[in-house]
C-alpha cells in the first residue's frame, strides 16, 4: 500500500463533477449521535462534499437522548409519512453539522424513536426496530418532497437504511424522486437486519419483492441484501474489505449478492475529521502536541491517563490503549486470554475503553483488581477519555477478528501512537508492518486470530519500546505524517455519485 503524502493545504476543492444535490440517510451522525465509527463518517464526509461545492444534507432519527441545543429549531409544517395503515407524521428538527453549512434534519416520533437508544435498549435489540428505521428511509424521501429539494443521489448507510433504494425502485419510481440515484454503503456485514415481511407492507413496498433477488432471504426480509440489490451503486468502507465480504469467509451469507454485483462495488477508505482527532488543537489533552512537542506532549498526556485511570504514575513504562464497543468481532476476547500471561512477564500497562459483551466487561475489570495499578478500566462511553487514551498510550491495541474499515487506528497514528493491530480489513489498508532496521512501517500486525500470536507481537512491541526507542519515535513520527483526511476520497465519492447519476439516468 503507498501512502500520500500530506498535500499543500488548498482553499477550496474544485469539483470534478457538475455540483450535486446530494442527501445521507443515517441511524447515527456525529456527534448527535454515535454508537461506532458509522456516525463518525457520516459527521464528516458531508461537509468535505459541501467544501468540494455540493448540496448536501442530512437526515437521522431523533431519538429521545437527543440534546436539541438553541442551534436546532422545529420546522413550522408537521411531515407526513407514507407508511403503515394510518397516518403517521413527524416533527422535523433542522440545524447543521458543526463548523459547516450542511444541514441535518432530526426526524421526531414519539412512539418509534421516543427511546434514548439507538438499536438496542436494556432487554436487547427493539422488537420494532425495522418499522423504526423503514419510518426513517420514507421520512428522508418525504421530506425531501416537502421541501422542495429533490436530491440527485440518496447515500443510504447499512441495513437500517436497505429499505431506501427499494423505495426508490418500486413505490416511488413513477413519483418526482423516481430519477434519483441510489448510494449505499456497507459498513459492517455482520448486521443484516433480518424482519418479518410486514415491514414491506408498513414501507408500502410491493409484496412482489419479497423474493431472493429482492428482499427475501431464508424466509424473512433481509435489510441489508434489499439494499445491495436495489442500489445503483455500492461502497464499502476500505479496499480490504471490499474483496474479503465476496468471499464466504466474509460475506456472511450475501457473498454471492456481492459477486453479482461486483461491477458497482467500490471499496474507498474512510477519511477522517482531521480537525476533531488533532492532538495539536485537541482540548481534552493537558498539552496538546504536534511532531515537533511530541515526546513532552505525549509524556503529559501519559502522566493524566495514568492518574485517570488509577494506573501508577510512571513515564517510562510502555501503555497500551483500547477504545472499542466490546463484541466479538473486535477480537477483544484474544486480549483477554493474553492478558495475566503479557502482565506476569512483561513491564506495560493497559488502559481499556469501552463498553458491551458483559463477560468481557468483567473480564477486564478483574484484571484491574488484580493487577492494581496496571490494569485501568472504564465500563462505558466517554469521548473525553477516549482522545487522553489517544493521547496517552504508546501503543494503540485493535486485535480485531474482522474489520471493515477501522477509524481508531488512524486516529491513534495522528497522535504518534503506534497501532497494534490483526491483518484484517481496512487495517492492512491503514497500518504498514514495521520492518526493524530498515525505517519502514507504521505499526504491528499480526496474522493468526489467536492468543499467542497476540502475546508474541505486544512482546514484540514492548522490545522495540525498550530497545530501540529511536526506531519507534522514527514510527511514531512516520504514522503521524500520514494524510487520513478526507480530501482525496471524497473525490471518489464525487467521482462514484456522478456514475450513479449517470447509470440512472440511462435506465430511464
Ligand atoms: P466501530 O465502528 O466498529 O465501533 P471504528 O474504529 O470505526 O469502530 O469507530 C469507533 C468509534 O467509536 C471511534 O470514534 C471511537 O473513538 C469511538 N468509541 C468506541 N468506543 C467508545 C467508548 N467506549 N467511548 C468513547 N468513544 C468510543
Ligand atoms: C463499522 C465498522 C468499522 C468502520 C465503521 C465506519 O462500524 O465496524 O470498521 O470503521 O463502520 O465505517
Given at each position: 500500500m503507498v501512502f500520500a503524502r500530506r498535500a499543500a493545504p488548498r482553499a477550496a476543492f474544485s469539483p470534478t463533477v457538475a455540483p450535486l444535490k446530494i442527501l445521507f440517510v443515517s441511524p447515527e451522525v456525529e456527534p448527535f449521535v454515535k454508537v461506532g465509527g458509522l456516525a463518525d463518517m457520516v459527521g464528516s464526509l458531508p461537509k468535505t462534499l459541501a467544501a468540494l461545492g455540493h448540496d448536501v444534507r442530512v437526515v437521522f432519527p431523533a431519538y429521545g437522548g437527543l440534546r436539541l441545543d438553541s442551534s436546532w429549531r422545529a420546522r413550522p409544517e408537521p411531515l407526513g409519512v407514507d407508511v403503515g395503515t394510518s397516518a403517521h407524521w413527524a416533527r422535523t428538527w433542522e440545524s447543521v453539522l458543526p463548523d459547516s453549512r450542511v444541514p441535518v434534519y432530526a426526524l421526531e416520533h414519539e412512539g418509534l424513536f421516543g427511546r434514548p437508544e439507538v438499536y438496542a435498549g436494556p432487554w436487547g435489540n427493539h422488537a420494532d426496530n425495522d418499522l423504526r428505521f423503514a419510518f426513517l428511509c420514507r421520512g428522508a424521501l418525504n421530506l425531501c418532497l416537502q421541501l422542495g429539494w429533490i436530491p440527485d443521489v440518496a447515500h443510504a448507510h447499512d441495513?437500517?437504511?436497505?429499505l431506501l433504494p427499494v423505495l426508490l425502485n418500486t413505490?416511488?419510481?413513477?413519483?418526482?424522486?423516481?430519477?434519483v440515484a441510489s448510494v449505499f454503503t456497507v459498513h459492517?456485514?455482520?448486521?443484516?437486519g433480518y424482519a418479518d415481511r410486514r415491514v414491506l407492507d408498513f414501507a408500502h413496498i410491493?409484496?412482489?419483492?419479497?423474493?431472493p433477488d429482492s428482499t427475501e432471504s431464508g424466509g424473512a426480509v433481509n435489510q441489508l441484501k434489499a439494499g445491495l440489490y436495489h442500489a445503483t451503486k455500492l461502497t464499502t468502507v476500505s479496499p480490504t474489505y471490499a474483496e474479503e465480504i465476496k468471499t464466504p469467509a466474509g460475506g456472511h451469507g450475501l457473498d454471492a449478492v456481492l459477486r453479482f454485483r461486483s461491477a458497482d462495488l467500490v471499496g474507498i477508505l474512510n477519511g477522517i475529521d482531521a480537525a476533531v482527532w488533532n492532538p495539536a488543537m485537541d482540548r481534552f489533552l493537558p498539552r496538546p502536541y504536534d511532531q515537533r512537542s511530541l515526546v513532552v506532549g505525549k509524556r503529559a498526556a501519559k502522566l493524566a491517563l495514568q492518574e485517570r485511570l488509577g494506573l501508577?504514575?510512571?513515564?517510562?513504562i510502555a501503555v497500551f490503549g483500547v477504545v472499542s464497543r466490546f463484541a466479538a468481532q473486535k477480537g477483544l476476547d484474544l486480549v483477554a486470554e493474553a492478558l495475566p500471561h503479557i502482565l506476569d512477564r512483561m513491564h506495560v500497562q493497559f488502559a481499556f475503553l469501552g463498553a458491551g459483551d458483559p463477560g468481557l466487561e468483567q473480564t477486564f475489570r478483574w484484571a484491574a483488581e488484580n493487577y492494581p495499578g496496571r490494569v485501568g478500566v472504564h465500563v462505558g462511553y466517554d469521548n473525553a477519555l477516549a482522545h487522553l487514551i489517544q493521547g496517552g498510550s504508546d501503543f494503540f491495541l485493535m486485535p480485531s477478528r474482522a474489520e471493515p474499515c477501522g477509524l481508531t487506528q488512524m486516529y491513534a497514528m495522528r497522535y504518534g501512537t503506534t497501532p497494534l493491530v490483526r491483518a484484517t480489513g481496512g487495517l492492512i489498508d491503514t497500518v504498514a508492518q514495521y520492518v526493524e532496521g530498515k525505517g519502514e512501517g507504521t505499526g504491528f500486525r499480526f496474522h493468526d486470530a489467536t492468543a499467542p500470536a497476540l502475546y508474541n507481537t505486544v512482546g514484540w512491541a514492548c522490545a522495540t519500546y525498550y530497545d530501540r526507542p529511536d526506531e519507534l519515535q522514527a514510527m511514531r513520527l512516520r504514522g503521524m505524517d500520514r494524510d487520513f483526511s478526507w480530501g482525496p476520497n471524497a473525490r471518489r465519492f464525487e467521482e462514484l455519485y456522478g456514475w450513479a447519476v449517470a447509470a440512472r439516468r440511462a435506465a430511464g
Open positions: 441495513w437500517t437504511t436497505g413505490t416511488l419510481r413513477h413519483t418526482p424522486l423516481g430519477g459492517n456485514m455482520e448486521h443484516q410491493p409484496p412482489s419483492e419479497f423474493r501508577d504514575a510512571d513515564p517510562h
